[in-house]
């Protein structure tokens, strides 16, 4: 008799342990295609701690930037991490390059309409390589060149999804004339579509 | 605690001016067998490293700092009748007071910045001593003498930090590491010292502990300071390899486990 709850028991946490552990195998759905519709572009003003969406447009040169916000025809229902969807996410179109223009003269060697995308950086976070292997590391902020955003992005989009996606490109350089800037961002997809996007016009101070 | 307190000094002094024909009795007992101790004390340094880095003299001077012990496990096995070895594990607690000291000193060196961790390591124990070695025996009155001489390794904290540096008005940031470089984690350590254990109950004592430990210590910290724009990195090595010498002072209970009961019952 004893054994035979012994057996019993060991069968009903079997079955405990199988309905804590087993997660629900996918069913196969067609992958979901979605497109990038439109981008706005925002002046950014980053002379406090973290970088906000300036309200007054008047912003330390030095401190300046331009937050993109690509958005996606993406259901609202299926936002967040592919991984919680049986779904596999895809664009209908890759994004190949990203440029931004000036509006205005910039400097001597960059006048109205010329592409400064040199100027900028795009803001990511990342791990301080020292302490890789520490258990309490914090992501820092890091500046890559705006030719790498593409791919990035491409990453991004395999894990993640949004309807809204926001991202920020920081101005490493000041203009000769601190008044009246305007800046244009074109991203060109590899089918040909381009979207652009111009800021409000923003007045530099030293 | 008061109770026990009085308890103990009342038991010490009716020992101490009692003639007890049994002593002799419990002393031939503590010849052989396992004495068991535990205590705590205050470790003194008797040398402190510095530079002329105040941020690393903060992380590093704090493992040098007055600090209490705990001596949690210390066993001697005397298998003569004046000789045993000892084996002995000392650790002390960390209490972090280097942390508001170097956030303290980091905002004064760059006041022009924001500053945030992105990491900070901050080991629990500051010191550990982990020795084995040669205890003898010596009977004075009603007290017992255990002079000893130990060997081991000494295990050093590693406290270690990094700050992200965001400068105001500007989107320049930097990232200043602070890392701790040590060759030799375990430090070979000496250890000479003594004990005065006073049996208040039969098996039971009181002891006071006075030790020596020296060992050498390798080690620098590396301040790295990362232009996270260009990557560009600045480095700075300061010292503090050297000769580490500590003075112990503890106090706590012995516990005797005889091995010769077959002659207490033939007495």
């Not at chain 1, 390059?97 to 010329?114: A, R």
């Amino acid at each position: 008799m004893k054994k035979i709850i012994n057996i019993f028991a060991g069968i009903v946490f079997f079955v405990l342990m199988q309905s804590f552990t087993c997660e629900e195998p996918c069913q196969i759905h067609e992958p979901m295609i979605y497109k990038y519709i439109a981008i706005t572009t925002d002046n950014l003003d980053n002379n406090k701690e973290y970088q906000i969406v300036s309200e007054t447009n008047i912003i330390y040169s030095k401190a300046y930037g331009i937050r993109l916000t690509l958005y996606t025809d993406i259901h609202d229902s299926v936002l967040g991490y592919k991984k919680d969807y049986c779904y596999d996410f895809s664009a209908d179109d890759s994004i190949r390059v990203i440029k931004i223009f000036t509006l205005n003269d910039f400097d001597s060697e960059h006048p109205k309409d010329s592409e400064i995308s040199e100027f900028f950086r795009f803001l990511d976070y990342s791990e301080v390589p020292e302490f890789a292997s520490n258990v309490n590391r914090r992501s820092v902020r890091t500046y890559l060149p705006i030719k790498d955003y593409s791919e990035i992005i491409k990453q991004e989009s395999k894990t993640f999804i949004r309807k809204k996606i926001e991202d920020d490109f920081l101005l490493f350089k000041s203009p000769q004339n601190l008044q009246n800037h305007q800046f244009r961002i074109d991203i060109e997809f590899y089918k040909g579509r381009i979207l652009s996007g111009t800021t409000p016009i923003v007045n530099f101070i030293e | 605690m008061k109770t026990v307190i009085f308890i103990i000094v009342c038991s010490v002094i009716y020992q101490l001016t009692t003639q007890n024909c049994e002593g002799a009795v419990r002393d031939s007992a503590r010849d052989i067998g396992l004495l068991v101790r535990t205590n705590i004390g205050f470790i003194m340094p008797m040398n402190k490293s510095q530079t002329y880095n105040r941020a690393t003299d903060l992380m590093y001077n704090n493992l040098e700092d007055y600090v209490t012990f705990f001596r949690i496990f210390d066993a001697t096995l005397f298998f003569y009748k004046y000789l045993g070895v000892e084996l002995s594990w000392k650790f002390s607690p960390q209490n972090g007071d280097w942390k508001p000291g170097l956030d303290n000193e980091i905002s004064t060196m760059y006041p022009d910045f924001y500053k945030d961790y992105p990491s900070l390591t901050f080991d629990d124990m500051k010191q550990q001593n982990i020795m084995f070695g040669l205890n003898s025996k010596i009977k004075l009155a009603n007290i017992f003498i255990y002079p000893r001489f130990l060997v081991g390794g000494t295990v050093l904290a590693e406290n270690e930090a990094a700050y992200e540096l965001k400068a105001k008005n500007s989107n320049q940031t930097y990232v200043v590491s602070y890392l701790q470089n040590t060759s030799n984690k375990f430090s070979f350590t000496y250890n000479a010292g003594f004990s005065l254990v006073y049996f208040f109950l039969n098996n039971v004592g009181v002891n006071f502990d006075f030790d020596y430990y020296q060992f050498y210590n390798k080690m620098n910290y590396e301040i790295t300071n990362t232009n996270m724009v260009t990557m560009e990195k600045t480095k700075e090595i300061f010292n503090y390899s050297g000769t580490k010498r500590y003075f112990s002072i503890g106090i706590g209970l012995n516990y005797f486990v005889s091995f010769q009961r077959s002659k207490k019952k033939v007495k």
